[in-house]
């Protein structure tokens, strides 16, 4: 540069490859190019702009992540405990089964045995009106001899009266009304005379005599 010319002004000037250098009025200073760390800091900024959203990004994901897995978590929980519940629903209703079952058979079963015994006693006192039809017809005979009563004795038949009966289990005590037949009449009829004879089923033994009761 000719040093008689006009000197240029201090300042950054273009260079022919593109950069830019520094002149301070009297030579070319080695300095930075301002354009070029403009765009360096630009770039830096842009990458750490990148960064800081990928961090971000890589943060909401992870958060979503851990959520999504603490959601999936929780709910593999609670499908459990919901299925242990439903099993031990099931396991206690068929318990509860099982048990109402065994009860209702215990139940026949003892409803079983207590008609079975019933019938026994039934039975049991069904028998008794043939000993006592048998005492009654014996004592006929012996009034018969002593010709309180006249004979012959064609039947005797007992039955419970005062609204007894021999399937009213309840009662301890059954009264007797007993006809002893001596003559038969037209129409299937007979006459005759009347014994009675009470029953004690609890001490098994009875009283009879003549008369009505």
Known sequence: ??????????????????EHRYWDGTTWLDLPDPAASRDTRTARKQRRGRWVGAGILAAILLIGGGTFAAMSIADSRAERIAAEAEREAAQEAAAAEKEAEAAAEAEAEELARQEAADQAEVDRREAAVSEIEDAVAEMAEGHIDDGLVDGPILEVACSPVAGGSLDDLAQQTTVFECFVANEELSGGRYSGYYYNATMNWGTESFTY?????
């Open 1 to 18: 540069m000719n040093q008689n010319s006009e000197r240029p002004q201090p300042g950054w000037y273009p260079t022919p490859s593109g």
């Open 209 to 213: 005599g003549i008369g009505q009761p």
